[in-house]
T-cell receptor, first 112, second 113 residues
């Protein structure tokens, strides 16, 4: 049982490049989330999807877009990467908004 | 506004000593509370959760936490720390139907042999 799988694990981008971070969960969860983790700031919510077909902004959505492709998959896209987007990105899922979240292993993104 | 405060950025304890990590939250309704642990280069693993009922909750790896509504706190405790407990610990708060888990800034635990 893989849980939440993120790809890639590491990525280096040049400023202005675009990329998509992929996330898939095999727990049949309804809700999925994208967080970024920066030193001393904890985890901050970028976007979330309460259920298949819906997406909503979190605390720090600027510069990002998301797609809930189906119940299993939730991708995060950076259209024009900036150095301020250098961070570790975590995808998570939960059965509902009333249960604990399960996290992937993270994607370490560096924008130069 | 919802928020979580972990006042201690770093804590150092000796192996075998007891541990308490502090967490204070601000939430307008009945909170759901969580403690997660993150080892270097890894994702977050759930240690324990509180939704309702008994205010003292038991988790994995010998951890426990106590919900105190009057103090808006959810402190994490362990009676005897092991070297493998060295990690970063995050407190988080959520609520029914909000879909937004708010995380504290984390407490990094160092364990001395």
């Amino acid at each position: 049982n893989a849980g939440v799988t993120q790809t890639p694990k590491f990525q280096v981008l040049k400023t202005g490049q675009s990329m998509t971070l992929q996330c898939a969960q095999d727990m049949n969860h309804n809700s999925m989330y994208w967080y970024r983790q920066d030193p001393g700031m904890g985890l901050r919510l970028i976007y979330y999807s309460a259920s298949e077909g819906t997406t909503d902004k979190g605390e720090v959505p600027n510069g990002y877009n998301v797609s809930r492709l189906n119940k299993r998959e939730f991708s995060l896209r950076l259209e024009s990467a900036a150095p301020s987007q250098t961070s570790v990105y975590f995808c998570a899922s939960s059965e509902t908004g009333r249960s604990e979240a399960f996290f992937g292993q993270g994607t370490r993104l560096t924008v130069v | 506004a919802q928020s979580v405060t972990q006042p201690d950025i770093h804590i150092t304890v000796s192996e075998g000593a007891s541990l308490e990590l502090r967490c204070n939250y601000s939430y307008g309704a009945t909170p759901y509370l969580f403690w997660y642990v993150q080892s270097p280069g890894q994702g977050l693993q759930l240690l324990l959760k509180y939704f309702s009922g008994d205010t003292l909750v038991q988790g994995i790896k010998g951890f426990e936490a106590e919900f105190k509504r009057s103090q808006s706190s959810f402190n994490l405790r362990k009676p005897s720390v092991h070297w493998s407990d060295a990690a970063e610990y995050f407190c988080a708060v959520g609520g029914s139907g909000t879909y937004k888990y708010i995380f504290g800034t984390g407490t990094r635990l160092k364990v001395l042999a």
